[in-house]
């Protein structure tokens, strides 16, 4: 599942759509949210993640492929927000579910990462 919105995320309903009742072994999830202050330590008053709604999608979908690929999953979900975000504000919700975690912490860790590589977001000081 990939999911691209301009609405708060309520990253419960991300995650129940992965864990399902399939009787996974493992069911990993990352739940990232704007923080109050930059990597320099200056306060954050709010984000744009200025990608557009499709061209996220199509990302959120070529890592959702990538992870598919990689790994034995037997779900995953990835949701982004688009639009402005304020702090505290829940940004992504990565969802896994695999036979072992092994593979479910891997495959959340790279979908993280490749989602922060491709998905500009721009802190408003």
């Known amino acids: 599942m990939i999911d691209v919105t301009r609405n708060p995320i309520v990253p419960d309903l991300v995650i129940d759509r992965v864990r399902g009742d399939s009787g996974h072994g493992a069911a ?35 890592i959702g492929e990538e992870i598919l690929a990689n790994w034995q999953l037997e779900n995953a979900a990835i949701c982004h927000r688009v639009g402005r975000i304020e702090v505290g504000d829940v940004i992504m919700v990565v969802a896994i579910a695999a036979p072992h975690r092994k593979e479910a912490f891997e495959a959340c860790q790279y979908a993280v990462d490749r989602a922060k590589e491709s998905i500009l977001i721009k802190e408003v000081l």
């Open 28 to 62: 990993v999830s990352f739940i990232g949210s704007l923080r109050g202050c930059s990597a320099d330590g200056r306060q954050v008053r709010f984000a744009e993640c200025e990608s557009d709604e499709q061209g996220t999608e199509q990302q959120l979908r070529k």
